[in-house]
């Protein structure tokens, strides 16, 4: 290609492309730079993204390129921001005659203002200050089932496996977190430990004595 025009359908076939692919938000533009830099827009898309048209001017990155400050002018997805102030996500590429000089460039700038607003608004609106496990239970049995299970993984061990301290700290767990205070959950525990409820009574009394629990309203 040694000039702009001998590909001008195949790169206004392009510029169509990405217009419909990416909507009135996407700026296409399509420069000739063999002629006054002044005037080497030939062809635009939704040229209200930057405010130009046809006969428009190229950006400071093409006079660089021009000028043989810049030996590969390609660039890809990089931030920009327009005159007033929108931020555009921007690619541009550089086309080369046959002896290497510079004769056109193809440029897409994605306004991105409205995408970042709503990120900063989704970023904000998803803040927690911490992260809490929370188990949700069709009922107050499947509740009890699933604290007991953790307390098992907490002390490594099956109930009828756990000698007195491991089930004093079986029992300090369920205790710190509200176990007992589900109705008739010590029968279902006793049970479980093959204890009896004065046993209990006991090792929640000893608990509870060191700081365990200081509810003594509990249901046990």
């Known amino acids: 290609m040694n000039h702009i025009d001998d590909e001008e359908k195949l790169l206004k076939q392009i510029m169509t492309l990405i217009e419909y692919q990416f909507g009135s938000n996407c700026e296409v533009v399509l420069h000739d730079l063999t002629g006054d830099y002044e005037h080497t827009i030939v062809d635009i898309r939704n040229g209200h993204i930057t405010n130009r048209k046809v006969g428009g001017c190229g950006s400071d990155l093409g006079l660089e390129v021009l000028g043989g400050n810049v030996i590969d002018g390609n660039r890809y997805n ?6 007033d102030g929108k931020i555009l ?9 046959d002896q290497g000089h510079v ?12 995408t970042l607003r709503f990120n900063s608004f989704l970023q904000n609106y998803n803040r927690f200050d911490n992260v809490q496990n929370e188990f949700f239970a069709k009922d107050v049995n499947g509740l009890l089932e699933y ?3 953790q307390a098992k993984q907490n002390i490594g061990r099956e109930p009828q496996d756990m000698d007195k301290k491991e089930r004093v700290e079986f029992l300090k767990y369920l205790d710190q977190h509200g176990a007992f205070q589900i109705s008739k959950s010590s029968v279902y525990i006793c049970e479980l430990l093959s204890i009896s409820k004065f046993t209990l009574y006991n090792d929640l009394e000893q608990i509870r004595a060191e700081g365990g629990n200081g509810d003594k309203a509990s249901k046990a």
Not at 78 to 83: D, F, L, R
Not at 89 to 97: G, H, K, L, Q, T
């Open 103 to 114: 004769i056109g460039s193809l440029c897409v700038n994605l306004d991105i203002t409205e």
């Open 147 to 149: 604290l007991i299970q």
């Open 89 to 97: 996500r921007s690619s541009s590429i550089y086309f080369n005659d």
């Open 78 to 83: 990089y931030i920009t921001t327009s005159p």
